[in-house]
């Protein structure tokens, strides 16, 4: 097969898996432990990549994690961190709330909804990891470097028009 025909091809086989629905949220919904938990997906389709990093990184943690922590941790900028913050607040996945002895210092902890959402998109991740990992031990790492070579060359061609 001539490569602009195997460039096609992989482009297909793309756009096919994005055509095909959100495969995490259906991750989500099959693994959930509750009930809630599954409602709460089903509804609330639209919680960002942060969003769920957020509550991954707070689930990890067994007592409530000082706002500080967490932006030290985060690469996001602390307005955005902050209205994630809120958001994730307002929808009742995380609690906020000023310790006694500190009314400055805001501490967060997950729901318990939000504890489970956390930690199923840190499975998530551990099990997109294991896939990877099986995948690429396949290739040797000229095969990777060289793939991501090319990759890298017609992504960016997509941006000098």
Do not use: C
């Not at 769920?52 to 030290?72: C, G």
């Not at 000023?98 to 489970?116: D, Q, R, V």
């Amino acid at each position: 097969m001539e490569k602009y025909e195997q460039l096609e091809q992989l482009k297909k086989i793309i756009h096919a898996t994005h055509d095909s629905g959100d495969s995490e949220q259906q991750w989500f919904m099959s693994h959930a432990h509750s009930q809630d938990t599954r409602q709460f997906i089903q509804n609330h389709r639209h919680l960002t990549h942060s969003e769920l990093q957020i509550l991954s990184h707070l689930s990890d943690y067994d007592n409530a994690t000082p706002f500080k922590i967490l932006q030290t941790d985060s690469t996001l900028s602390q307005g955005m961190l902050s209205r994630y913050i809120n958001r994730l607040s307002r929808q009742l996945l995380i609690e906020k709330y000023h310790p006694a002895h500190n009314k400055k210092e805001i501490f967060l902890k997950p729901t318990s909804l939000g504890y489970e959402i956390g930690t199923l998109h840190t499975e998530l991740h551990q099990k997109i990891k294991e896939k990877e990992t099986r995948i690429l031990a396949d290739y040797s790492n000229a095969d990777i470097n060289n793939m991501v070579e090319i990759v890298t060359a017609l992504l960016n061609a997509h941006k000098d028009f």
